[in-house]
């Protein structure tokens, strides 16, 4: 193969990760909608696979939490699911929709802000950008989570995005 060909490949790759999947008129509303889209895709994903993994580890006859046999008080992530009925389907659809709704809605927050960051600060896009993105998106997803979350937990979910976010910005330029 050429060099030539693999660079068209490359471009052909980059242009379709910056493609947006929707036109909607401004470019935020683009950028959020498309990151919905995406990650509401990957915590769907993510959910059946957990959901399957369990299965799987029950069927074998053994306990997720260690390796050996069963336990009675086992903590399973999606309590509902048991058996082949009806019922069981209802539960993994409602709660893979669940996921999949806050894993877009981190995302499309999360981008969003980033955008606004960007134009606001006169197209400057750095580890501040990020940091604050992370912060205001850990700290809703916190709040979305539970109906009983505590002051420390937001907080700790602010630092915790804020801090993976930075990590990732900062992390970025080195690959």
Do not use: C
């Not at 498309?34 to 799987?56: C, N, P, W």
């Not at 950008?129 to 992370?134: P, R």
């Not at 989570?145 to 910005?169: C, K, W, Y």
């Amino acid at each position: 193969m050429e060099k030539g060909g693999g660079r068209i490949v490359m471009d052909e790759i980059r242009s379709f990760e910056k493609a947006h999947l929707f036109d909607l008129g401004h470019p935020l509303l683009n950028r959020i909608a498309d990151s919905f889209v995406k990650a509401a895709g990957v915590g769907a994903l993510q959910a059946v696979s957990r959901e399957a993994y369990f299965t799987v580890v029950e069927g074998a006859g053994f306990d997720s939490n260690n390796v050996g046999p069963p336990s009675e008080n086992k903590k399973h992530r999606f309590p509902n699911l048991r058996g082949e009925s009806s019922k069981s389907l209802d539960a993994l659809v409602k709660n893979t929709g669940k996921e999949s709704l806050q894993w877009g809605l981190a995302a499309g927050l999360y981008s969003g802000i980033t955008y606004g960051m960007k134009e606001v600060r006169g197209g400057a896009h750095d580890w501040r950008n990020s940091a604050v993105a992370g912060a205001l998106t850990g700290a809703a997803m916190a709040m979305t989570t539970s109906d009983r979350t505590s002051h420390e937990q937001v907080v700790q979910s602010a630092l915790t995005g804020a801090a993976i976010s930075t990590a990732a910005n900062l992390l970025s330029s080195v690959f």
